[in-house]
T-cell receptor, first 115, second 115 residues
Framework: NAGVTQTPKFRILKIGQSMTLQCTQDMNHNYMYWYRQDPGMGLKLIYY???????DKGEVPNGYNVSRSTTEDFPLRLELAAPSQTSVYFC??????????????FGEGSWLTVV | AQSVAQPEDQVNVAEGNPLTVKCTYS??????LFWYVQYPNRGLQFLLK??????LVKGSYGFEAEFNKSQTSFHLKKPSALVSDSALYFC?????????????FGTGTRLQVTL
């Protein structure tokens, strides 16, 4: 039972480079999310999606883009990487039906350093 | 806007002693509250949640949480702490505004259990 799978686990980027963090889930969840975690700041929502073809901004979307072409996949694109994007990134997913009581399940995280 | 506060950055407890990790919340409607645990270099693991009903919620690994509506609190508890419980704990509240039910996290509390 894979759950939410993120790749890569670790990555070092140079300033100005671009990259894509991959996320896939095998639980047939409609909702998918990207969060970033900074020390002492908790988790902040970057983008989310309620289904294939539908995405929306969270609290901290600047410098990122997403797409949702399938139910399973929700990649996060970093354009023109900046040191402020050094963080741990978490992909997550949940069911849509059942309302707010649904549990959100997280991937293992992607550690990104921009130098 | 809905929010969660975790007033303690760190909680220290001796193994075998009871532990409490505090969380208070602010919501406009009914609260949907969650606790997650994060071990070093790992993703967030779901512990327990409060949706409705009994104010004492039991979860994974012997943890429980007490919902107190008058004090707007949802403290995490365990009767007897283990060294292996040492981790980062996050309280979260479900935000059901908009088209997706997103989690808003507290800043986290580091639990250190010593022998």
């Amino acid at each position: 039972n894979a759950g939410v799978t993120q790749t890569p686990k670790f990555r070092i980027l140079k300033i100005g480079q671009s990259m894509t963090l991959q996320c896939t889930q095998d639980m047939n969840h409609n909702y998918m999310y990207w969060y970033r975690q900074d020390p002492g700041m908790g988790l902040k929502l970057i983008y989310y999606s309620v289904g294939a073809g539908i995405t929306d901004k969270g609290e901290v979307p600047n410098g990122y883009n997403v797409s949702r072409s399938t139910t399973e996949d929700f990649p996060l694109r970093l354009e023109l990487a900046a040191p402020s994007q050094t963080s741990v990134y978490f992909c997550a997913s949940s069911y849509a039906t059942g309302g707010a009581g649904n549990t959100i399940y997280f991937g293992e995280g992607s550690w990104l350093t921009v130098v | 806007a809905q929010s969660v506060a975790q007033p303690e950055d760190q909680v220290n407890v001796a193994e075998g002693n009871p532990l409490t990790v505090k969380c208070t919340y602010s919501v406009s409607g009914n609260p949907y509250l969650f606790w997650y645990v994060q071990y070093p270099n790992r993703g967030l693991q779901f512990l327990l949640k409060y949706i409705t009903g009994d104010n004492l919620v039991k979860g994974s690994y012997g943890f429980e949480a007490e919902f107190n509506k008058s004090q707007t609190s949802f403290h995490l508890k365990k009767p007897s702490a283990l060294v292996s419980d040492s981790a980062l704990y996050f309280c979260a509240v479900r935000d059901i505004t908009g088209t997706a039910s997103k989690l808003t996290f507290g800043t986290g509390t580091r639990l250190q259990v010593t022998l």
